[in-house]
């Protein structure tokens, strides 16, 4: 069974900084794109980061150099690091695991930015 678990949602004051986590089992995570996404209230699921299996690293265009995403293949691990958070990031963050057909999300996990 496949489970993606995230960690690290908190509420933060604006221009603070979050590490979010997600552990993954039932899978081998170096074959995977590993991703975060987002998604607030009355709005879509949009891109934050990914990476993937060689390293590769996308962000969404409001990222502005203010988060990074690490993987770490040997504990099964991705993290996002937020530097620098606005109000606007407020939402539900969610772990990502593609590869091919395959595509895996985690619960999500509760950010909130208070200006």
């Known amino acids: 069974q496949v489970q993606l678990v995230e960690s690290g949602g908190d509420v933060v004051q604006s221009g603070g900084s979050l590490t979010l986590s997600c552990v993954a089992s039932?899978?081998?995570?170096?074959?995977?794109?590993m991703g975060w996404y987002r998604q607030a209230p009355g709005k879509q699921r949009e891109l934050v980061a990914r990476?993937?299996?060689?390293?590769?690293?996308e962000y969404g265009d409001f990222v502005k150099g203010r988060f990074t995403i690490f993987r770490d293949n040997a504990k099964n691990l991705v993290q996002l690091e937020m530097n620098r958070l606005e109000p606007e990031d407020t939402a539900a963050y969610f772990c990502?695991?593609?590869?091919?057909?395959?595509?895996?999300w985690g619960q999500g996990t509760q950010v909130t930015v208070s200006s």
């Open positions: 990476v993937t299996s060689t390293r590769n690293k």
């Open positions: 990502n695991a593609f590869q091919f057909d395959q595509n895996y």
């Open positions: 039932g899978i081998t995570l170096r074959v995977y794109t």
